[in-house]
């Protein structure tokens, strides 16, 4: 369950269920694989990408375990 990842891998959540990972530029394998668990939840249809400056992109899906649905988001610094 979502949960169950949140206190293993010492997540914080945020008011209204948001999980901000951070920029996945600096993940590690740990926090790779982490991600490819949340997405196993993924609710269909609730990829969003954004533009949030020059070469920044934010990602969020919705997960649902069938208890809490939770906003999962991601960034990434695709300029050189």
């Known amino acids: 369950m979502i949960k169950d990842i949140i206190e293993n891998n ?23 694989d982490m991600y490819q668990l949340l997405r196993t939840y993924l609710v269909k249809d609730t990829n969003t990408s954004t533009p949030i400056g020059r070469c920044l992109t934010e990602y969020k899906f919705q997960a649902n375990d069938g208890i809490e649905t939770y906003t999962i988001i991601s960034k990434v610094d695709s300029g050189d």
């Open 10 to 32: 010492k997540l914080n959540v945020k008011q209204g269920n948001i999980i901000d990972m951070g920029w996945m530029n600096g993940w590690n394998d740990q926090m790779d």
